[in-house]
């Protein structure tokens, strides 16, 4: 796998996400998970906070949507429009499918737009760049580990944003997840009481060069994804 090209790298990430969208959507759901409440949603709310709140109009991009979990919290906030884009198709009919139901969902359908767009694609972002205004937010929540090349997107993110605009990408520290790390469950005992206790640690054997590999978003997903 270390030798494959970047393209094919990307297309079967994209295959992975469309065979597996309903289910990460009925995991994650609507509301988010409780990564999403404890640790994304309140550091969202710290980066961006004073964009949302002093920009006007505030327009918002959301690169890799997903579930349009992202978009629908950017209107709620504060943000005057949302562009919701994604790779996946499958992904996209979810999140329009969440803006259809619920008695907050007006305001969504009213301020969300959605649009394909992959972010490995040079000719996709090139395009976004050339129909749309440039926006206050830039937004990639919990997606950049799974994207194969960043330059498409590097070379065009200044296009996509206005003067002193904010890109904001978030992803969890790579220890957690690409790090070829091993989780550790030893018992020993305690010198002093004599009991036993349990010490849980993780092994990392790489870091700062981890070649792409299989792994999963949530347990029980139907496919790996890459």
């Known amino acids: 796998m270390t030798c494959e090209s970047t393209s ?17 959507d009925s995991t994650i759901t609507k509301q988010g998970n409780k990564y999403w409440r404890r640790l994304q949603e309140p550091s969202l ?6 964009t949302l709140s002093s920009s ?5 991009l959301d690169l890799a949507t997903g579930n349009g979990l992202c978009a629908r919290w950017l209107v709620r906030n504060g943000a005057t429009s949302v562009l919701a884009t994604d790779a996946s198709e499958n992904m996209l009919a979810l999140a329009r499918a969440h803006c259809e139901d619920g008695e907050e969902s007006e305001l969504e359908r009213k301020e969300i737009r959605w649009r394909r767009v992959d972010v490995t694609s040079k000719s996709d972002l090139t395009a976004l760049a050339r ?6 937010i830039v937004l990639m929540n ?4 799974d994207v194969a090349d960043l330059e498409p997107l590097a070379g065009v993110l200044r296009d996509l944003l206005v003067e002193n605009g904010v890109f904001v990408a978030t992803l969890l520290h790579p220890v957690f997840f690409t790090s070829n790390a091993t989780r550790n469950i030893e018992v020993r005992f305690d010198p002093v009481t004599g009991e ?19 792994g ?11």
């Open 56 to 60: 006007s109009p505030c327009r918002a």
């Open 8 to 24: 094919s790298l990307s297309s079967r990430a994209i295959a992975s996400w469309e065979a597996n969208a309903a289910y990460w």
């Open 142 to 145: 919990m997606a950049i580990m």
């Open 216 to 226: 999963i978003a949530v347990p029980g997903q139907p496919e790996k994804q890459v």
């Open 131 to 136: 129909d749309e205004s440039p926006f206050e």
């Open 45 to 50: 709310t710290r980066l961006l906070k004073l």
């Open 196 to 214: 036993s206790e349990i010490v849980r640690g993780k092994i990392v054997r790489e870091y700062m060069s981890v070649p792409p590999s299989l």
